[in-house]
């Protein structure tokens, strides 16, 4: 999901091009790990089942994805769910924007009526944006049907690779682009701490994991039965 100062600060034409920077390298050492974890979850989902996806971006994954699932889209910036709709796709079931920090049970109540469940969701590289996270996951778990999984990236705080990446090489290439990523994550995980997170918010079967390049953490959970 964009954070409220990328979407203020890029037009147009920088904002996809910032999608599509993560499909290049030296970006996919980042991204591709997490990419490939999110395609092994989506794997496990049962055909027929709607995912959520929270901080839908361009919906790239969904071209390798399995067959038989559908996908409701949300995201705070109307760019990003107007460019996933224009693909036409009839795996999409629907989407909405939603403001930030908005709970997100309460929207898609009043957009989807109070007692719709997803199979599945899933938000790559959202949670850092979010201030009131506890709440926001509180969130997530009501929207899943019980038994449902959730999926979560978020950068890897917990080492101390990225913070030294970020503060250098990555800020310089930020301003270059015109904003800075001192402010861009108001909330930093460690592994240990995104696993008490969710387990606090309600969800099993809890399972967090550095990727590859220790430079992100993937999240696999449970909503309880």
């Known amino acids: 999901m964009s954070s409220p100062q990328q979407v203020e600060d890029v037009g147009q034409g920088d904002y996809f091009a910032n999608h599509a920077r993560a499909r290049q390298f030296p970006w996919t050492l980042y991204h591709q790990p997490i990419e490939r974890d999110l395609a092994r979850f989506l794997e496990g989902v049962t055909p027929g ?17 399995p067959a038989g699932l559908s996908y409701f889209v949300v995201d705070i910036d109307e760019r990003a769910v107007e460019a996933v709709h224009a693909r036409r796709d009839p ?30 969701i899933y938000a790559k590289e959202v949670v850092e944006h979010v201030l009131a996270w506890p709440t926001w996951l ?14 979560l990236s978020t950068p890897n705080y917990g080492e101390p690779w990225l ?53 992100a953490l993937t999240a696999w959970a449970t909503a309880p039965r």
């Open 138 to 151: 509180v969130g997530l778990r009501r929207l899943l049907a019980p038994g449902g999984r959730l999926w």
């Open 163 to 215: 913070a030294a990446l970020e503060s250098t090489v990555l800020e310089l290439v930020a301003r270059r682009d015109g904003f800075s990523r001192k402010e861009l994550h108001p909330t930093r995980f460690s592994r240990r701490a995104l696993g008490r997170g969710l387990e606090a918010a309600g969800f099993e079967d809890v399972r967090v994991k550095s990727t590859p390049t220790r430079l």
């Open 91 to 120: 795996r999409i079931s629907g989407g909405c924007v939603v403001p930030p920090e908005a709970p997100l049970d309460r929207v898609l109540a009043e957009v989807l009526g109070a007692d719709h469940r997803f199979a599945a």
């Open 49 to 65: 089942g709607e995912i959520l996806v929270v901080g839908c971006g361009l919906l790239h994954e969904i071209d390798a994805a």
